[in-house]
């Protein structure tokens, strides 16, 4: 029996087409650009020189001939320029711009039909074919190009007809940074366990020969007292604990103020200069939370968030309670002065010569407050890279990056066995169009249990993937000594934790000659200054951990307890000679290794980071 | 020695980010709603009844509980209504709407913070927690909801607070046509062979018990003398050839004409009413073409291409040249008395009840000009379904679908082998959202070598392999007699084309008993109305093609020479019970299956459609 018919009297009209009013619409299709993100909401991220390589998918009815651009701007310039796309078959095209300045640089693709070159094609196509009749043909390409030019030279004209342009309305951006915004090695050290900035100065030149690129500062304010932590997070201070650096402000200032026992402003600018002098920045951590003496609680009670009662709240996140922490209202009544001076802490120290920040739990502010702030920030300091301290869900992460965030703590830390490692790469490479991975394996807060296990082959194992995964890395003090005592069983939290304590620290740790050689290694070797080269390598082994990455090979026993062996297996895909030679960049040594089954034998924590030989 | 620094002295600046004047940013994101075509450009596509499942990625910062709705509007509707979104965690979300009528749908997502959900969770936690103390928050709860409640009946209210809520600003559509947009068999026959249109008639009720929905006729136009094609295209026509029904117009009439050897207007009207009774439909050939003698070339000389000399040229794909078809120009001076023009043929035979309509070569005429035109025909008539012969590359292909057209033809006739069948599927998969196939077996200009060499056997592979994969298939007469004779060796075109000359018919074919079967089973088994339901089965074996559509379950020989045996082997993931009984719909055998393997053996060209018993 038929199936039965719905009616369609039911149907409703559909929204009619308007048309222009004089020419007919525009008849090629510019589809699929890329690169970008989130439909050109958000800018896609480069370092300055990179080509950027455009794609798209451009075409029109009927076989005619089309060219395209690709449309591109700096940052400040009123003019576009252009730089042709190529068809590459399908319908595909491709094309490229340099960036070579730091900024906002937008991009469009334009296309049209040629023609000319139209015309030329149909009558190869017919002269191929053996048509001799081309009176018509003629006189077209005439009209066309001029009513004297013969057929031949009709043909070899390249008259760059552009004929029924269409421009995409969309502009799609790229935000160029600098280079350090992807490649550094990072070192993290509380200043007073050094002795304040002029112990920090002092180590400054070890911090230089081992090859860091940034040292990293907990907090460097004053540390308020009331409800002040004790070691190993006391709820009590007693007297002469230092207190956590994130309990910011006291009598002796806010967020613009310095720690003196740490040293005064003048101290810490001298601290900055030097540290420029040796190759070396200082980042600062932006943390917008605030003792109970922070100056603000007197100063603007309405930026903060009360109880109905009047009374401030402290930060809490339950059950956990933080005491020591108070967190303004960012949609407080004057929200806007409030943004304004959150904004001019950061243009404080960006003016005293401060261009790195990392930013203490993002993701409890407000995601249009970064957005303004990061550009605000960079109107006046376009080269300032701020790295972003989110242990959250993906959705916030990535939002975080989009809006302007240079680089981004990961997953890393938790990331240990293989699979996982796969995993979180997987992730970051479908991210890396506007996410930068800034790989920490360790912080004050995460000391993981592979490392509390593994002892020294674990740190070795986990400094080695950490320094060669990704193009940023860092490491907190402690780490080349391989300090990695829990506060208890099952925490992630150190035992007599830097946070509450003075530690007095020496650079000499037993890491120190591995770190040195990394980091030599990560500066001569562009291979490991980009983290979207990457491709996992069989070993059958599930502890040996194999990667290329253009001309480098990485292999690493992750087995901390034992030796292993198994395979490097490299595809004919990597495009080496069948039989080459390789550099362990770690040892020295050389061997000789080719496309296919090479052995590998590795002690605990032990790993091959091989460059071919050219 | 230190990395170069490149001089951030260079950058330019960011673009500022504006803020809103009163209230702050809006919190909340909202991401990633689906379903969606290129960025909301284009509507995705249903069939009337369909419930849309709406997605998005919803979060803010802090721990704050959130609500979440889509909001959706029927066409013509000026009031939104709403459905809720639940949250799955992760930040994802999920509900969904019923579209009950056809016409141009519309949705969007609103969120919005829900302050007595997240005090509530706030206090809950910090009871669970073991605190006591809780003077503060019960003056938080009462300051939302009332000073006189206790915190008990503080926990127990559902106030549905809405606070900060953010509306997306993209409004995604979506296009609801009615089943047959979707679902249904489609018989294409030269009305000619079956002696002109009261022939047709007679054949109904046979087409209809075999369960065909639609009757597709090649153009009914009268057909050009000038230059008319003979027998198996030969460039001139002997007398008494009837020439291409494509080569449309002459002086008896255009596209709104009818050729007389088929019969009259009247003949017609009462050919598409009895169809109607029926259960059957019939489908119009609308192609955009024109032979010498079409009135429009005398009548309209300004819409065609012409040359510098003014004479018209003819269609060419160099160095083809089709001598018998002229083509309008989309951007002639006059190009809206064209527009017009074209779309007032269609409504014509819509107003004459005709309501499917095949679409020839929608790829030579301008995108937009299918878009403005299937949205006019919408206008007047909402249920009118387009059925787009686009033989080219994806991106032409894929656009046309997203434009309007309600269902595609696809390359199924090219992909034979079962790899070839995978990656076909996998497309039509990705396209799913706004492309709907349609698997024509054969066409008039399609014999594929696979037929040729194959005969029944290979007819009826061919046959189960189109009814089964895709909701929508169809067949060419001939096919049912398994006609497979090309014009020479290597050609995919019949030998004495039905398109050049009356090849008198009765529906009389071996196959009928077998399309008749495959058509009940399609009509009874919701599983076999919809393509996006397919999973592969492994069957250890090339020439068996094996997949499971919800509770039905395929096995083909595509081998037409030889019995093939091999496996089914069922994964858990499909959800049956480890033993069932399964029928066959084509033989009526019953047999008992499991998940895991299952012995299969089949002669050539045969197959198993089994339904799982309930």
Redesign the interface.
């Known amino acids: ?3 039965e ?2 009616s ?10 308007p ?1 222009p009013r004089n020419e ?4 090629i ?1 510019i ?1 699929r650009v890329e690169p970008q993100v ?3 909401r958000f800018p896609v991220k480069r370092t ?2 990179a080509e950027v390589v455009v794609t798209a ?1 451009i ?5 005619d001939v089309l060219g395209a651009v690709v449309r591109y701007r ?3 310039a009123r003019r576009w320029r252009e730089a042709p796309l190529e068809p590459l078959g ?2 595909d095209w491709r094309g490229s711009f340099v960036v070579d ?4 640089w937008t991009f469009t693709v334009a296309a049209w039909t040629d023609r000319v070159a139209s015309w030329q094609d ?1 009558v190869r ?2 002269l ?4 001799t009749d081309l009176e ?1 043909e003629l ?2 390409g ?2 066309l190009l001029g009513a004297e030019l013969s057929l031949e030279k009709l043909l070899a004209v390249d008259a760059q007809d552009r004929h ?1 342009e269409v421009e995409l309305e969309l502009r799609l951006g790229v ?2 940074e ?3 915004a992807r490649f550094g090695a990072w070192y993290e050290l509380f200043p007073r366990s050094f002795g304040g900035f002029a112990g920090v100065e002092q180590a400054l030149p070890k911090l ?1 020969e081992l090859g860091f ?1 940034v040292v990293y500062l907990p907090p460097i304010h004053p540390i308020g007292e009331t409800n002040r932590k004790g070691r190993n997070n006391a709820l009590v201070a007693k007297a002469g604990d230092p207190g956590s650096p994130w309990a910011i402000g006291s009598a002796l200032g806010g967020h613009t103020a310095i720690d003196p026992e740490l040293g005064t402003l003048e101290d810490f600018l001298r601290l900055v200069a030097s540290a420029r002098e ?3 920045e200082i980042a600062l951590d932006f943390a917008i939370q605030y003792s109970p003496d922070h100056p603000w609680l007197t100063g603007h009670p309405e930026w903060f968030h009360r ?3 009047g ?1 401030l ?1 402290y930060a ?4 956990k309670k933080y005491q020591d922490i108070y967190n303004v209202n ?2 407080s009544e004057d ?2 002065g409030l ?1 304004d001076a959150l904004r001019d802490v950061v243009l404080f120290w960006v003016e005293h010569g401060v ?1 790195v920040f990392r930013v203490d739990n993002p ?6 407050f970064w ?2 702030l990061i ?2 920030v ?2 006046v ?3 300032v890279v701020f790295l972003s301290e989110a242990f959250t ?4 992460m990535t ?1 975080l990056a989009k809006v302007g965030f240079s680089q981004s703590y990961t997953y890393f830390t938790w990331k240990n066995r293989k699979a996982e490692l796969e995993e979180l790469m997987a992730q970051i490479l479908e991210w890396s169009q506007f996410y930068r991975p800034n790989f920490f394996a360790n912080t004050p807060d995460i000391l993981h249990e592979y490392l509390q296990r593994g002892g020294r082959p674990a740190f070795e194992a986990r400094l080695v993937l950490a320094a060669t995964l990704s193009p940023s890395y860092g490491i907190y003090s402690g780490f080349e000594n391989c300090e990695n005592v829990p506060v208890r069983e099952g925490s992630e939290e150190y035992l007599d934790s830097e946070k509450y304590e003075v530690k007095p620290r020496k650079l000499d740790g037993e890491l120190l000659p591995l770190i040195r050689k990394l980091n030599e290694a990560r ?1 001569a070797t562009p291979a490991l200054q980009r983290v979207d080269n990457l491709r996992w390598l069989d070993t059958e082994n599930a502890q040996l951990v194999g990667y290329v990455k253009d001309d480098v090979i990485c292999v690493v026993n992750i087995d901390y307890a034992a030796p292993q062996e198994g395979l490097a297996v490299l595809p004919v895909q990597v495009g080496f000679p069948p039989a080459f030679n390789v550099r362990d960049l770690l040892s020295g040594e050389t061997y000789a290794w080719r496309i296919g089954r090479n052995y590998v034998k590795l002690a605990p924590g032990k790993a091959h980071v091989l460059r071919v030989a050219s």
């Open positions: 029996m038929p199936l018919r719905l369609f009297m039911t149907c409703e009209s559909l929204t009619a087409v048309l007919p619409p525009p008849r299709q589809q989130d439909c050109g300055i020189g998918s075409f029109r009815d009927g076989h700096p940052p400040g399908n319908d300045a730091c900024g906002r149909e196509r017919k191929d074919g053996g048509q018509g006189s077209e005439q009209a029924g935000d160029v600098r280079v350090l230089a690129e040796a190759g070396i109880r109905p009662d009374t709240k809490e996140n339950p059950p960012f949609e929200w806007r943004w261009t993701h409890t502010k407000p995601v249009a957005e303004w550009a605000e960079r109107r300091e376009p080269g869900r993906p959705a916030m939002t500066r």
